[in-house]
């Protein structure tokens, strides 16, 4: 896992690591890989629409272990017809793992979409203890 530093906190964190679109995006940032870096060892510094930042603070608040559903943080935000554009908000959240979007299922069953694939969803889900 890599992760982004800015001067406001942590600005980016991933599997996969595109250095140029990385410094395209956070331009100020600096990029190295992870060493078991956790939200207390920073703050998260979050870019985005004031509906993304609504969502992301929405995904701060599910516990460990535990899952929602997009229409259910729709409806925590005061937003209820707008899960699809949670559902887009979930996959740019550009902090995985901390701001944590892998806990976000779909209300039809299995594990959804993740930037890095379904199998690294599970896996995180899993890793949770959490079967899907």
């Given at each position: 896992m890599m992760h982004g530093?800015?001067?406001?906190g942590i600005c980016w964190m991933g599997y996969d690591l595109d250095g140029a679109v990385m410094r395209d995006?956070?331009?100020e940032a600096s990029f190295e890989e992870d060493a078991g870096i956790t939200p207390s060892d920073m703050p998260l510094a979050v870019y985005g629409t004031d509906f993304q930042v609504n969502v992301w603070?929405?995904?701060l608040k599910i516990p460990r272990g535990a899952t929602i559903q997009y229409q259910e943080i729709?409806?925590?935000i005061g937003r209820p017809k707008a899960y699809r554009a949670v559902g887009t908000a979930v996959g740019a959240n550009p902090i995985s793992f901390l701001i944590p979007c892998h806990r976000v299922?779909?209300?039809q069953g299995?594990?959804?979409q993740y930037l890095w694939g379904s199998a690294k969803k599970a896996s995180l889900l899993n890793s949770e203890n959490l079967s899907i």
């Open positions: 530093v800015c001067d406001e995006r956070f331009p603070r929405e995904l729709a409806q925590n299922l779909p209300s299995g594990v959804g």
